[in-house]
């Protein structure tokens, strides 16, 4: 790696912690998460700067960006001039800190990840905070996160402790040794400042999925007191003297200041944040510090109502699934202000896949999370694609599958790169936009979203109308092990999509339509029945009898209150589904042993007893807890080993709440 250091403006420290004498954080009262996390997340900004600890212990490994490339993150303690290394793995050219600290636990909750090690005689908790609350884009939005700590003597005497933390130039750029990085310090309003980025600074320059941001810069920050900073090597180091004390506790903070987020369709667009361009990265810092206190408190409680309230829907290895969810779900997605209209654009970036933005199918499974929270963010799922139809740059009868590749939102990429044409998946984006359109509606307790796209949601509903009941040879979200004509669960997702339009007909006051749409849906879920039965199940597809597979669709027509399929079809199906899963869960379908563990969370909420949905969500948590692949969680794992066959750091893990929204609703 190239490495140029402007001269440093400040001639105190890259990064410093504030000293706290409020209260220690209400530790006592975390619900413990006793899954082991394949990784755990450490900072969960947006896709670009997002970083996991691939291994049980925090030191075990270096601190990685969720494409498995490093992102040099070093923690040491020194303690009565002992040095303890609690975190990461320092470059080979540097000094590795032999000795470790000592892990006594790790803990991983919806907004936080807690670590607690023994440094000699005295104990050092380290949190990880991202205080994302969906109901404040604010914070959504704010692009700073927390490194927290507290220390306290395990004997009962003061020792003398030093907090050093080295950080790599390698989180602004893609390619590291190839790329040149410029670094330095400053001072603004009481807040010190590292910052460091690519030389060139090709805004929106890379694009595509296994790549990492190298425009904007990254940050190091905090307050100014008893801090000494040096740039070695191509590390950038702080240390902080916490002086001899009995107690004391504090925090760093870490950001990125993108610049420009996205290309929508030829503007390039701001982050939320700072839309019209008249705020500053060093702004948001400070917000961030002068409200730490009060975020971490909120965290802590968020943190425990998520665990209760998911043990009371589905049980407490379930909590634990959506406590790791959280984060994940968020981080996938970039928040804007939307330019073309009110409310949001929720662009997410399709990881591990093809790198698509804002892709439909992969909108439809996450969306469960922003439901539960708030139904705004369903809608910034969607605009994107109601705009791309309704501007005419699409013209096909159903949806686009996704917006470009990211951070590039200037129309459908998908297919154009392995085949030089459009890749389409009519019925799946069709009913995935009528199924959340409805959904929105129902949480909003008014149709006035569909209101306003009703003639995209329309045009859509015909197509299905004509080609949903029995769908031909064309891609859906399930072509994992190739796709198929006459597939059964598509087919449901037709006829819900159908009666959704219905729903939402009939909220408007259309009692015609909503009889006319509601109606045309019950009689094909009684064709569909006569099609797909199989004897004990139903099958995988119409024409071939002796395969099953998973009918997760079927979730909608419980959460919207459809009753469009009798409640014997969920019942048949959840017998059969208990007889063919696996130890780590429940194949897809009948032509291979992986399987969608979103798909399995969905399925098992269509179950009318706790036993069942415990008997199909228990493998998947046996899955997180065993894989051998540290990697953030995967939704496409096999289910005879604990092996992912692809995919991680997706957003589709946001699809885990839908038994918290069932639940939220009575159901």
Same mark, same amino acid.
């Given at each position: 790696?190239?490495?140029?250091? $402007? ?42 700067? @997002? ?56 803990? /991983? ?12 005689? /005295? ?8 205080? $994302? ?49 410029? @670094? ?26 296994? /790549? ?72 948001? !810092?400070?917000?961030?510090? *002068? ?16 665990? /209760? ?17 959280? *984060? ?23 990881? %591990?896949? %093809? ?87 129902? =949480? ?82 009684? +064709? ?62 009948? *032509? ?14 269509? =179950?009318?007893?706790?036993?069942? !949905? ?7 948590? +046996? ?21 992912? *066959?692809? !995919? ?20």
């Amino acid at each position: 790696m190239k490495l140029h250091i $402007l001269p440093i403006l400040a001639s105190v420290c890259i990064l410093a912690a504030a000293s706290c004498s409020g209260p220690v954080a209400p530790r006592s009262e975390v619900i413990q998460n006793t899954l082991r996390a394949p990784a755990y997340p450490l900072v969960t900004i947006d896709p670009n700067t @997002s970083a996991w600890s691939p291994s049980n212990e925090l030191y075990g490994s270096t601190v990685m960006h969720w494409t498995e490339k490093p992102f040099p993150l070093v923690g040491v303690a020194t303690v009565d001039g002992t040095p303890y290394r609690f975190m990461g793995l320092a470059p080979d050219d540097f000094p590795q800190y032999s000795q470790t600290a000592r892990q006594l636990s790790a803990d /991983v909750q919806a907004t936080q990840t807690h670590y607690m090690f023994e440094c000699g005689p /005295v104990k050092l908790a380290v949190d990880f905070v991202a205080p $994302l609350f969906l109901d404040r884009l604010e914070l959504i939005s704010r692009p700073v996160n927390y490194i927290a700590y507290e220390v306290s003597s395990s004997d009962g005497k003061k020792h003398d402790v030093t907090l050093r933390l080295l950080a790599g130039p390698q989180w602004a750029l893609n390619k590291p040794a190839e790329q040149e990085s410029v @670094s330095e310090t400053y001072e603004k309003d009481g807040l010190l400042f590292l910052k460091t980025g690519s030389k060139e600074q090709n805004i929106l320059g890379t694009s595509g999925d296994d /790549v990492r941001i190298d425009w904007g810069y990254f940050y190091l920050c905090g307050e100014k007191r008893k801090t000494v900073a040096t740039i070695d090597k191509g590390m950038l180091s702080l240390e902080r003297k916490l002086g001899k004390a009995s107690a004391t506790s504090g925090k760093f903070m870490i950001g990125y200041d993108d610049i420009y987020s996205v290309e929508y369709f030829g503007r390039r667009l701001r982050p939320y944040w700072n839309t019209d361009g008249d705020q500053t990265i060093e702004g948001q !810092f400070a917000a961030a510090s *002068r409200d730490f206190e009060e975020l971490q408190a909120e965290c802590f409680d968020f943190d425990k109502e998520l665990m /209760v309230e998911a043990t009371e829907a589905g049980g407490r290895k379930y909590a634990e699934l959506c406590a790791l969810a959280y *984060r994940q779900s968020i981080a996938a997605h970039k928040l804007l202000k939307n330019p073309d209209g009110e409310g949001i654009l929720w662009l997410s970036k399709e990881n %591990n896949s %093809n790198g698509s933005i804002g892709t439909v199918d992969v909108t439809y499974p996450s969306a469960p999370v922003f439901l539960r929270y708030n139904p705004e963010f369903v809608k910034g799922l969607m605009n994107h694609i109601f705009y791309y139809a309704e501007s005419g740059k699409w013209t096909f009868p159903f949806p686009a599958h996704d917006a470009g590749t990211y951070p590039l939102a200037n129309g459908q990429t998908y297919g154009l790169r392995r085949t030089g044409e459009l890749r389409h998946m009519p019925v799946e984006e069709s009913g995935n936009m009528l199924i959340l359109a409805a959904a929105v509606c129902q =949480a909003e307790g008014k149709a006035d979203y569909a209101k306003k796209h009703w003639e995209s949601l329309t045009k859509w509903t015909n197509y299905l109308m004509d080609y949903g009941m029995d769908p031909e040879d064309q891609y859906c979200t399930d072509d994992f092990a190739g796709h198929l004509a006459h597939n059964a669960n598509l087919s449901i997702k037709a006829i819900l999509a159908i009666a959704s339009y219905g729903k939402m007909a009939g909220m408007l006051g259309d009692k015609i339509a909503e009889e006319k749409y509601i109606t045309t849906a019950r009689d094909m879920a009684a +064709k569909w029945i006569e099609m797909a039965f199989d004897g004990d199940h139903y099958s995988l597809t119409f024409d071939q009898k002796g395969t099953w597979s998973q009918k997760y669709n079927l979730v909608w027509d419980k959460l919207l209150g459809l009753n469009i399929f009798p409640e014997s079809v969920a019942k048949t199906e959840i017998a059969y589904y208990k007889g063919v899963q696996n130890t780590y869960g429940l194949p897809l379908d009948s *032509r291979a042993t992986f399987t969608k563990t979103d798909w399995i969370i969905w399925t098992a909420t269509m =179950a009318s007893s706790q036993q069942d !949905f415990d008997a199909l969500v228990d493998p998947v948590w +046996k899955f997180m807890n065993e894989t051998v692949n540290r990697v953030p969680m995967t939704d496409w794992p096999f289910t005879d080993k604990p092996n992912r *066959r692809g !995919f991680k750091a997706r957003s589709v893990v946001g699809g885990y709440f839908i038994k918290m929204l069932a639940a939220q609703q009575g159901l």
